[in-house]
């Protein structure tokens, strides 16, 4: 069956200190691949999707990049914290959204202070 | 005004009542996701529909294309049934297209 997993569950940072946060998935090959954040009281908002090792759409210009080393590895990056990144963070995947899921991690908390 | 638009926002019920959250949307779309989101944050996907009428369990989920329409029931509510319901609209790309949610609180 397929997981994913996301890691850490929460984080507390301080502002323009660097950010990773790695999301990996298994029992399934060359997934699509997704960075969502939702901040406090919002809804869900896009930040990166990958298709393929090394392809990162970028939907919102931002302080974050996303990058995919490996087929089932997505890394959420940033080389310095802003307060306004603070939020819940969410990796996702996906085969084909018009025929099936998206699974989502259980997402990672992130605090900056 | 957004793509997708849910309602209503919030929604209270008594435990053992009806409950629709309606969901519409201005784009073309391939089809359209129901997602529930926990109080601690986890998102589940309920539904994907590409027309017609789905049901597990006590939830049913419908969509009508022509009207760019869908809705999700709760049948025989419960508070574990509380929790934020999100619908997602898929264009003709692999990206969803989220509404604002639908806040649902079921008090016994």
């Known amino acids: 069956s397929q997981t994913i997993h996301q890691w850490p569950a929460t984080l507390v940072q301080p502002v323009g200190s660097p950010l990773s946060l790695e999301c990996t998935v298994e029992g399934t090959s060359n997934p699509n691949l997704y960075w969502y954040r939702q901040a406090a009281g919002r809804g869900l908002q896009l930040l990166f999707y990958?298709?393929?090792?090394?392809?990162i759409s970028s939907e919102v210009p931002q302080n974050l990049s996303a990058s995919r080393p490996q087929d089932r590895q997505f890394i959420l990056s940033s080389k310095k914290l802003l307060l306004s990144d603070s939020g819940f963070y969410l990796c996702?995947?996906?085969?084909?959204?018009?025929?099936?899921?998206?699974?989502f991690g259980p997402g990672t908390r992130l605090t900056v202070l | 005004k957004n793509e997708v638009e849910q309602s209503p926002q919030n929604l209270t019920a008594q435990e053992g009542e009806f409950i629709t959250i309606n969901c519409s949307y201005s784009v073309g779309i391939s089809a359209l996701h129901w997602l529930q989101q926990h109080p601690g944050g986890g998102i589940v996907s309920l539904f994907m529909l590409s027309s017609g009428k789905k049901k597990h369990g006590r939830l049913i989920a419908t969509i009508n294309i022509q009207e760019k329409h869908s809705s999700l029931h709760i049948t025989a509510s419960h508070p574990r049934d509380s929790a934020v319901y999100i619908c997602a609209a898929v264009p003709n790309t692999d990206k969803l297209i989220f509404g604002t949610g639908t806040r649902l609180q079921v008090f016994p």
């Open positions: 990958s298709v393929g090792i090394g392809q």
């Open positions: 996702a995947w996906s085969v084909n959204l018009a025929l099936g899921t998206q699974y």
